[in-house]
């Protein structure tokens, strides 16, 4: 059908969204079928306009049908399906196609037909009108296609570990970037250029090299809009701030309630008499307002020649303000002459420093498990069992995808360019790259979804899921509003679909997808490995499936937002939360330490630039807010109107966290949902 706008007498108009990834356009020749609710059919429609380039890249085309086209199809009818392919004309035929879109002029109806696939050639493809429904539920004639279309997409996502083989217990990757996965053309980057052009914008970079003179030296080096100062640059030294880094930073999980002081860690009360307020420490543990933070994992890790990475034990104590203070720190594991314990009693330097290897190595397990492994590498395995099992008329599928865009593609670029080797993570942090995949490795044996994967299991793990219980804790505060309502979200979605066990248990597409997830890393076979999932992979209850997709939403959204977004603030001035130090730990609490030893551990200026440099690009929010989704894979009415609701909800504890940080200092804003983004896309 060849045509230009407004010439042709019509009944129907077919609108086509080519995708924005690289590569989406095509110039082969597109035809179309359409049918009807009354098994009418339209004759095959070329679609093409006279001298117009169509199905470009990003583009939308719309073709007015032509009556002569349209067969047997009644005025008013209600188009049920559509039939669709294209051939392989022209070297570029590649072709991704968002959605296909028909209207009944008569009627104004609109019918939509979601396809978000690659289009090969002389392959013809049928998709039902919203085309969602569970595979026994599928039309008799689509369910052989459907599960061939399973089959193919398992070609591509092909598995494999990008990790060292020395660390057999690294995350399950895909093997080769899929096409599905490449970054579209507004969101492609590339890490290195953008860490060039914020340095080349700026002016630091005409005289970051050399040594720092003093601490104030660093705090001028600071040129907005690029790099401005963090507030922290003016905090770093303050006990309180350090306190506030366990709870409303970065690194906002490892903080537990001290139920008692363990054997390694011999602190008394002749020590610590004058930090307690009064208290004893039974009577304070008995209070519940002691917690301590134990690094325990990152004892024995391979370390940079020459580097030290401690691992700590810090002790903390809520004050009659209801402010968290440090009150002790133990910077190795053993007890010993050369590894006493700290107090803000020690030389006002000394203790300083030792805050900040302390911080150091909370940097370390930020950076490898709150951030990398226990969201970027984990959501991954996620991702592929999800694309390897579910169907896209699948609807679980359609809640998760919109929460995996840019993933894998990200995750292929942090393994290349940040923690390969002699890459970012090898020259800014003290364990390397080879300590990093270690730490993930080590890690991953014990993760469980169900605790670790679950807020709030992993509150009650951690003795924090009264809030009652140590106030200012503002991470879990906020989080567990939008966990809430995330779950509600997921649960009436799916009632839509699972109304009763029985569906779960017949649907062979999740029962394949949860038997995946937990099966043994197999890359031949399928398996990633994950512990904790509900069933242990046979799912019998709706329950269950609710926890799985509730879980993956909240760390692909929240839980990333959190661990990622507030690295300029802390990482931004490097001895505030230094990502790496070099020469040695303190070893003895009475030792009065200066401003040169300070200065002799911190980074260079090279290094500290590369550090800013780094942490600004990664602190960038670069898609869409939580609920407002870049792809709307959902969109039947029904499911429809339960997303509407949830961008309620969303909006409503918008409002609440903005109210609560009028009151708070410094601000907790990373968890109000226009600073959280759908996905890991960064």
């Known amino acids: 059908m060849f045509s230009f706008f407004g010439l042709v007498e019509s009944d129907y108009i077919v609108e086509v969204k080519t995708g924005d990834t690289i590569g989406a356009g095509t110039n082969a020749n597109v035809s179309i079928i359409l049918y009807d609710d009354k098994g009418e059919s339209s004759s095959a429609i070329r679609l093409d306009q006279i001298m117009t380039n169509n199905f470009e890249r990003g583009s939308k085309d719309v073709f007015q049908i032509s009556k002569s086209y349209t067969g047997s199809l009644k005025k008013e009818g209600r188009i049920k399906r559509i039939e669709f392919w294209r051939d392989d004309h022209c070297s570029s ?50 369910k052989e296609p459907r599960k061939q279309y ?48 914020l340095k080349v914008s700026s002016k630091i970079i005409n005289y970051a ?23 922290k640059a003016s905090l770093w030294t303050d006990d309180l701030n350090f306190g506030r880094q366990r709870v409303a930073s970065v690194n906002h999980s490892v903080i537990a309630l001290a139920t008692s002081i363990p054997e390694k860690f011999p602190v008394t009360d002749a020590l610590l008499a004058p930090l307690l307020g009064g208290l004893t420490l039974q009577q304070a543990l008995d209070k519940k307002r002691l917690f301590i933070c134990d690094f325990q994992i990152l004892e024995g890790l391979p370390t940079l020649k020459d580097r030290v990475l401690c691992a700590p034990i810090g002790l903390f104590f809520v004050d009659m303000a209801e402010q968290l203070r440090p009150i002790a720190i133990q910077l190795f594991q053993k007890p010993g002459a050369e590894n006493p314990i700290f107090t803000p009693r020690s030389p006002s330097l000394t203790w300083t420093m030792v805050k900040m290897w302390f911080n150091n190595a909370d940097s370390a397990y930020h950076q490898a498990l709150t951030h990398l492994g226990f969201t970027h590498l984990l959501m991954e395995s996620f991702c592929l069992a999800t694309q390897r099992n579910l169907s896209h008329s699948h609807p679980v599928y359609k809640i998760l995808a919109p929460h995996f865009l840019n993933l894998v593609a990200i995750n292929s670029l942090a393994v290349s360019e940040l923690i390969s080797e002699g890459g970012w993570v090898d020259k800014a942090m003290n364990y390397g790259n080879q300590g990093m995949y270690a730490l993930v ?12 994967g679950t807020l709030p299991e992993d509150l009650k793990r951690r003795g924090l899921d009264d809030l009652n219980v140590l106030p200012g804790y503002h991470y879990r505060n906020d989080a567990i509003l939008l966990y809430n309502a995330i779950d509600k979200y997921v649960r009436d979605y799916l009632a839509i679909y699972y109304s009763t066990p029985e569906l779960v248990i017949g649907d062979f597409e999740l029962q394949n997808w ?113 609920g407002d989704f870049e792809v709307q894979h959902i969109v039947e009415p029904q499911a429809q109107a339960v997303v509407d609701r949830f961008k309620q909800d969303i909006a409503e504890i918008s409002k609440i966290i903005k109210e609560r940080n009028e009151s708070r200092f410094p601000k907790y804003k990373y968890l109000d949902p226009e600073y959280i983004p759908n996905s890991i896309s960064i």
């Open 209 to 231: 090299h050399g040594d720092w003179k003093s601490i104030g030296d660093i705090a001028s080096i600071y040129s907005p809009p690029a790099f401005p100062k963090p507030d």
């Open 150 to 197: 399973i089959a193919d997409k398992r070609k591509y996502y092909i598995l494999d570990q990008k990790f060292p083989k020395e660390y057999p217990d690294g995350p399950v990757q895909v093997k080769t970037l899929p096409a599905d996965e490449m970054f579209s053309f507004n969101d492609k980057f590339c890490l290195s250029t953008l860490i060039l052009g």
């Open 441 to 452: 490795a080590k890690a991953y044996k014990h993760w469980r979804l169900d605790v670790d």
């Open 514 to 626: 949860a038997q995946e997830l937990v099966k043994e890393r197999n890359f031949a076979e399928g398996g990633m490995g994950i512990m904790g999932i509900p069933g242990n992979g046979a799912l019998s209850t709706v329950e269950q499936v609710q926890q799985i997709v509730t879980s993956t939403i909240f760390i692909c959204s929240v839980g990333h937002a959190a661990t990622n977004f507030p690295q300029y603030d802390e990482y931004g001035f490097p001895p505030n939360y230094p990502a790496t130090l070099v020469e040695q730990p303190p070893k003895d609490a009475k030792e009065v330490m200066t401003e040169k030893q300070v200065l002799a551990c911190l980074p260079n200026k090279e290094m500290t630039l590369e550090i800013m440099t780094m942490t600004k690009v990664l602190s960038t929010k670069g898609t869409k807010s939580l």
């Open 93 to 142: 035929s590649d072709w991704y196609v968002e959605r296909i879109v028909v209207q009944n002029k008569a009627t104004k109806s609109l019918f939509v037909f979601p396809v978000y696939r690659w289009v090969n050639a002389n392959y013809r493809y049928k998709i039902k009108h919203l085309d969602t429904a569970l595979p026994q539920h599928e039309d008799e004639d689509l």
